[in-house]
C-alpha cells in the first residue's frame, strides 16, 4: 500500500513537473498573433505549385514578386497592418493602393513583432 502510494505521489510530481516545463517555453512560434500567422501562410503559399513562377514570369529575370504573386500576399498583408492600429484610409493614403509598398510595411511590422516576441522570451529566462 506505501509502495502504491508512494509510486502515485511520485507519478504526480513527475506530471506536475513536466507540465510546467512545457507552459514555461515560449517559442516565437507560439506567441505568434493569429495575423500573424496568416502572414506567414501566404509567404509559404508561394511556394505551392499553383503559385510557384509560371515560365514568363520566370523569363522576366527579376526578383520582384509578379502582381498575381503579391495578390496571394496583400489580404494577409492589410490584415496585418491593420491588426496594429492603423485604419484603412491611412492604409490607403501610405501606399496609394500599391501592393509592393503593403507587403514591404507588413513585412516590417512582422520583422518588428517577432523581435518584440524574441525579446520578452529572453526576459522571461
Do not use: H
Not at 527579376?62 to 490584415?79: C, F, G, I, Q, Y
Amino acid at each position: 500500500m506505501k509502495k502504491l502510494l508512494l509510486s502515485a505521489v511520485f507519478a504526480m510530481l513527475t506530471l506536475t513537473s513536466c507540465s510546467n516545463e512545457s507552459s514555461a517555453i515560449n517559442t516565437v512560434e507560439t506567441m505568434k498573433t493569429p495575423q500573424m500567422e496568416k502572414f506567414d501562410k501566404a509567404f509559404k503559399s508561394l511556394g505551392d505549385p499553383q503559385n510557384r513562377p509560371t515560365e514568363e514570369e520566370k523569363k522576366r529575370n527579376t526578383s520582384e514578386l509578379s502582381d498575381r504573386r503579391k495578390a496571394l500576399l496583400v489580404p494577409a498583408s492589410k490584415e496585418l497592418i491593420l491588426s496594429t492600429g492603423v485604419t484603412e484610409a491611412e492604409l490607403t493614403r501610405k501606399t496609394g493602393g500599391d501592393m509592393s509598398q503593403i507587403i514591404v510595411w507588413a513585412t516590417e511590422i512582422y520583422i518588428q513583432k517577432s523581435d518584440e516576441i524574441r525579446k520578452n522570451i529572453k526576459s522571461e529566462k
